[in-house]
């Protein structure tokens, strides 16, 4: 038995593919992140009017976290915690609506828990979120600078901060990855991604997905086919990814 030739160009196309996954992986889990953070600005909103028009208290607070866990069961994201971080993070960026540009609104959501429990003043709210961005910084490295006052040591200068990664191979895009209220936020409502996926692709992609997986949740995939190149299904094919069905 004969060992298998590769092409000279094997390596190099290879190489090519692997970062076209990562990339495209990293643009649709920003997209997602980019929903959620802006879902929780929306909540946020709302609780903001509530507690300063009606006066809602932490009580009327508790119940609505327990209404929407009964409604959404298994999400841990409507906390009667996480809708204060919620109302906090409205208070903060009260703007963040009206420009999804701002660097808040691309961050992670730890992040700016960290950043609305640490700071008050909205100039250092929008120097830290900026900076976060520009250099990928991990929820540890912004609570270290934040700690260590560093826009007190560093101004505005980005060469004295660690050198500037591309985006998909920072700290912070490699916590994106594992971002637990990302997945909390994808099973929400369990058929809506497949609905979505069916909107997305094509009727014969979507077969295809189902006869290879037969049982397999098309959740996640069906969010990363939205973004992806037409009919690629992400991790739902254990063997070989579709482009437009077969043959």
Known sequence: ???????????????????????????????????????????????????????????????????????????????????????????????????AQQPAARLQWGHLMVLVDKLGERDLLDWYAAQAVTHGWSRAVLEHHIKTLAHTRFGTAPTNFDRILSPDASDLAQQLTKDPYIFDFLTIEPGYAERLLVSLTSDRALAEARFRCPGWSLSFAAVLAGWWPVTFIWRALPRAPVWGGRG
């Open 1 to 99: 038995m004969t060992d298998l030739v590769l092409p000279e160009d094997y390596a190099s196309v290879l190489a090519d593919l692997k970062q076209r996954v990562r990339q495209a992986r990293y643009q649709a889990q920003r997209r997602v992140n980019a929903e959620l953070i802006a879902l929780y600005w929306q909540i946020g909103r709302v609780l903001v009017d509530r507690t300063d028009r009606a006066q809602w208290g932490d009580k009327v607070i508790t119940r609505l976290s327990e209404d929407l866990r009964a409604e959404f069961p298994g999400s841990t994201g409507f906390s009667p915690r996480n809708l204060l971080y919620m109302r906090s993070f409205a208070r903060a960026w009260p703007d963040l609506g009206a420009n």
